[in-house]
């Protein structure tokens, strides 16, 4: 027990700008999100204060989703082999990371999912019939398993990980591209109005793209190293799926024909590695108002003598903000103040309210705000304008990830200017021939001689290329953006 409290009061041992990977290992530990010693490679535990971070963000997430018509189903987590041959890109592209389930004599064989279109729309080709059935806009919250041979990194890189995805079928291919326009304002309106996590949307390269779609747009997001995450992705599909599963509907006319679809996947695990990365700092993590499983701590000051009487008084104050709606809760145990604050400073709640004999003297409260590590006083009358406070906390958080992206992002005209801009862990903006296959060449000079990606265009917004690739010489027909990815 106490080798444990030890451990927890050290705090953090390194800073998150001179050795990011090591802070981010620190804080997952130390800010209790996730414990590693389950001892199979790729597969964690979520500790309850991470789980709680979790269960909230995917609680907006779905909100956002219900909000835009999409309702919510469970599917099984094993999907049969037969299914997946069904459509052969998907297939090629997902094969080498399935793991199979021991075959059972005269049954099927099994994969865990990895993703979840071959088992929907084995049963959309059974619940679509009609354009009345149309659009057709479901998804599920759901685990899925990834045989990553890569080096995994908890949250960023698992073989397991939790997210939700979102299938949608329509009756024209104009309605499946607006829902990918759809999926990127979700991301916006979730990820960064909510959790404060920008992000540039790509339209990735034809090299780069879903195994089965036409085009996919990756969310990238920017850590702290300075470089990329995909976060949510989007995907208009090829209609190789509607034919392979024998998904048709009748048109008004009686014509038969095969639906459009999307598919959309955001996964809160992974987010949460975004929010961690982005927003936490020396001390710890700092969790968005929004998203804290407790906003307000409220920590009475006692000693011997007036021990009850101070934490009635904390009690009193305590249902107070919880009437305001907020999430507070008090921390009457008998560690030291100074021990308490360091604790939920080191789990990043955003605010602190110090309860003492000479706070209830003036009916003033010490409030202590997380992310600026100000001190302000709140009168006890007051209290309703934490509410307030606490959306204050959330745009800091967001208008300072912003900076951050902003700044990363450099115009640069030649090879030489993207090797330097790469090396000093920022992301390139240039002009480039095509994303289509025949810039493919050009992507592959990028990866061997500056070792960066070609991450893609803005798939929301149109930007003119002018002059030449700044690889091949060719004239440029897209701006694209290049960095180094996780
Ligand atoms: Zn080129």
């Not at 990043?348 to 309860?355: I, K, N, Q, W």
């Amino acid at each position: 027990m106490s080798k444990k409290n030890k451990k927890s009061e050290e705090g953090l041992t390194v800073k998150k700008k001179e050795n990011f990977s090591e802070w981010y290992s620190q804080v997952l530990d130390k800010g209790e999100i996730t414990d590693l010693r389950y001892g199979v490679k790729g597969f964690i535990v979520i500790r309850p204060w991470g789980a709680m971070i979790l269960e909230n963000m995917y609680k907006l997430y779905e909100e956002e989703l219900q909000k835009r018509n999409h309702k919510p189903v469970f599917f099984p987590a094993v999907i049969p082999e037969k299914n997946f041959q069904k459509e052969t890109s998907h297939i090629k592209g997902f094969t080498p990371e399935v793991f199979w389930l021991e075959k059972v004599q005269g049954e099927d064989k099994l994969a865990l999912r990895p993703t979840s279109e071959t088992a929907f729309y084995q049963m959309y080709s059974l619940w679509i019939r009609s354009h009345n059935d149309l659009p057709l806009k479901l998804y599920q919250r759901a685990n899925i398993f990834r045989y990553e041979t890569k080096a995994t990194r908890p949250l960023i890189r698992g073989r397991e990980f939790y997210w939700l995805e979102a299938h949608d079928c329509f009756a024209t291919q104009e309605k499946a591209e607006a829902q990918v326009q759809e999926d990127i304002q979700i991301t916006e309106e979730v990820m960064h109005q909510k959790f404060g996590i920008p992000f540039l949307a790509m339209k990735r390269p034809e090299w780069d793209k879903f195994p089965g779609a036409i085009y996919t747009v990756g969310s990238d997001a920017i850590m702290p190293d300075g470089k990329l995450i995909q976060q949510p992705s989007t995907h208009l599909l090829s209609r190789n799926f509607a034919e392979g599963f024998n998904i048709k509907f009748k048109d008004e006319n009686g014509k038969e024909e095969h639906v459009w679809q999307t598919c959309y996947g955001p996964a809160p695990s992974r987010i949460l590695a975004s929010v961690i990365s982005t927003h936490g700092d020396d001390k710890g993590l700092i969790i968005p108002f929004c998203i804290s499983p407790v906003q307000v701590i409220i920590i009475p000051i006692f000693n011997k003598e007036n021990k009850n009487r101070i934490i009635k008084e904390a009690e009193k104050i305590n249902e107070k903000v919880k009437s305001t709606g907020i999430k507070s809760q008090i921390d009457a145990s008998e560690k030291r103040p100074g021990e308490k604050y360091h604790e939920w400073e080191l789990r990043g709640v955003p605010f602190r309210l110090e309860v003492g004999e000479k706070e209830l003297k003036n009916k003033k409260l010490t409030l202590f705000v997380r992310d600026t590590k100000e001190k302000k006083v709140i009168g006890i009358k007051d209290i309703s304008k934490l509410k307030k406070y606490g959306e204050d906390f959330d745009k800091r958080l967001k208008a300072k990830a912003e900076k951050f992206l902003k700044s990363r992002i450099i115009n640069c005209k030649t090879k030489q200017e993207i090797k330097e801009i790469i090396k000093k862990k920022k992301i390139a903006r240039v002009n480039f021939c095509s994303i289509e296959n025949q810039g493919e060449k050009c992507a592959e000079y990028v990866e061997k001689e500056i070792n960066a990606e070609i991450r893609g265009i803005l798939a929301n917004k149109k930007e003119k290329a002018t002059g030449k690739c700044v690889i091949c010489g060719k004239p440029a027909g897209e701006v694209v953006y290049v960095g180094k990815s996780y």
